[in-house]
């Protein structure tokens, strides 16, 4: 079986609700608070790759630590190492099943990971 992982910040409503959606289909997943133990730039490298929408979905512009930085969004170098040293900056809730990753927003978009 496929190994997915459920990059989750507990405080975001949109995560939450992505989590929950997740134990009412009764799948086996692992939960990563990235704002515990942020992904280092290695990681976020590979996550962009499988990420559905690339890294127009994987960054937070609406973050006050983004609009400090002078990084272009189109940058991806600057952005993941944006994201690196601000994991705020990572949009969530992103689920990743190891082949193809997408962000929950609106939560129920994790769910087509468990149907493809």
Not at 67 to 80: A, E, F, I, R, Y
Not at 98 to 106: H, M, S
Request: contains cysteine; aromatic residues 4%; negative net charge.
């Amino acid at each position: 079986m496929t190994r997915l992982t459920l990059y989750h910040n507990p405080r975001c409503s949109k995560s939450r609700q992505a989590l929950a959606l997740l134990e009412a289909q009764g799948v086996e997943f692992q939960v990563h608070r990235y704002l515990e133990t942020p992904l280092d730039l290695p990681a976020l490298e590979t996550l962009l790759q499988r990420l559905d929408g690339g890294l127009q979905q994987l960054l937070r512009t609406s973050e006050a630590e983004w609009k400090t930085l002078n990084v272009s969004p189109d940058d991806p170098q600057g952005v993941l190492a944006a994201i690196a040293e601000y994991p705020k900056l990572m949009q969530r809730p992103i689920l990743d099943r190891g082949d193809r990753a997408i962000v929950g927003r609106p939560p129920e978009a994790i769910l087509s990971l468990l149907t493809d």
